[in-house]
């Protein structure tokens, strides 16, 4: 069975920084271009960054909303899925899924989602 | 970047009911578009990729169509399992977007 458990999420201060977590089963990560989306409470989905496959040379990709701030990595050794999150704003407060786009090209699979919660 | 419309914001509907949700490209992005189901406290499922490929698994009441800027979602026979929120996403070109949801309501 294909599944995706994320870890990492909690509350944290405006300014400082969060490393998430997605660790992947059930398919071949090695091969798949991964990706992180996130939906503050109440409020759509939001793409946020992707990593593509070693042979793809790793390459990354990230909304201009969080450029510069946030870095998507993978461990394939791990079988896992990273974002690390940094100067964080109030306005990135929101469940974080990770999800993958293999079969389809589209997100076929997702994780349950981790939350993050910016505020003093 | 590409930015993605989706009308109405909420339609109420009854079981038994066709429906159909609209979703509009800022540019055109071919047929590089995928239909989302999502439920409250839930992951989003996959259920229409290419704009008009049903995911394997997927009921074959939903259907999609369009190309270019304009597509459909449409459910042809409402079940009580379908109301939720559904969301557009293009993955034509980075950055990927998402339009803003159409919340399905039992009428």
């Known amino acids: 069975e294909e599944q995706l458990v994320e870890s990492g999420g909690g509350l944290v201060q405006p300014g400082g920084s969060l490393k998430l977590s997605c660790v992947v089963s059930?398919?071949?990560?090695?091969?798949?271009?991964m990706h992180w989306v996130r939906q503050a409470s109440g409020k759509g989905l939001e793409w946020v960054g992707r990593v593509r496959s070693k042979a793809n040379n790793y390459a990354t990709a990230y909304a201009a909303s969080v450029k510069g701030r946030f870095i998507v990595s993978r461990d394939d050794s791990k079988n896992t899925l990273y974002l690390q999150i940094n100067s964080l704003k109030t306005e990135d407060t929101a469940v974080y899924f990770c999800t993958s786009s293999g079969r389809y090209a589209a997100f076929d699979v997702w994780g349950q989602g981790t939350m993050v919660t910016v505020s003093s | 970047d590409i930015q993605m419309t989706q009308s109405p914001s909420t339609l109420s509907a009854s079981v038994g009911d066709r429906v159909t949700f609209t979703c509009r490209a800022s540019q055109t992005i071919t047929t590089w578009l995928a239909w989302y189901q999502q439920k409250p406290g839930k992951a989003p499922k996959l259920l229409i990729y290419?704009?008009?490929l049903l995911v394997s698994g997927v009921p074959s009441r939903f259907s999609g169509t369009g190309s270019g800027t304009e597509f459909t979602l449409t459910i042809s026979s409402l079940q009580p399992d379908d109301f939720a929120t559904y969301y557009c996403q293009h993955y034509d070109t980075y950055p990927f977007s998402f339009g803003q949801g159409t919340k399905l309501e039992i009428k």
């Open positions: 059930g398919f071949a990560f090695s091969v798949s271009a």
């Open positions: 290419k704009a008009s």
